[in-house]
Nanobody
Framework: QVQLVESGGGLVEPGGSLRLSCEVS????????MGWFRQAPGKEREFVAT??????STYYADSMKGRFTISRDNSKTYLQVMSLKPEDSAVYYC??????????????????WGQGTQVTVSS
């Protein structure tokens, strides 16, 4: 079956950076558009960024532009986050879309999800 496994979360001081990774197995990675979402306690899951199948196109939520960078290689997608703020604290999820319509920004349009990785920004 298709599995998405995130890693790279943790406790970071404000102003720090992280690179989150998501490894995909059980499906041809090159056929999937990939996305990152995040969910803070008591809030809805929020779109962060998405990247096309071939990696040539990226799309970010307006509030994420400038500090977040999505990328991909042979079997993984990455989310680089710079200048972290306390309000970036959340569980970060990667997601995969088989239809690969681009850009896909809604939770319901993604077919597969990882278990999430916790990012906590605190001094």
């Amino acid at each position: 079956q298709v599995q998405l496994v995130e890693s790279g979360g943790g406790l970071v001081e404000p102003g720090g950076s992280l690179r989150l990774s998501c490894e995909v197995s059980g499906y041809s990675f090159s056929m999937l558009a990939m996305g990152w979402f995040r969910q803070a306690p008591g809030k809805e899951r929020e779109f962060v960024a998405t990247i096309s199948r071939n990696g040539r196109s990226t799309y970010y939520a307006d509030s994420m532009k400038g500090r977040f960078t999505i990328s991909r290689d042979n079997s993984k997608t990455y989310l680089q986050v710079m200048s972290l703020k306390p309000e970036d604290s959340a569980v970060y999820y990667c997601a995969a879309d088989r239809d690969a319509l681009f850009p896909v920004r809604t939770v319901g349009n993604y077919d597969y999800w990882g278990q999430g990785t916790q990012v906590t920004v605190s001094s």
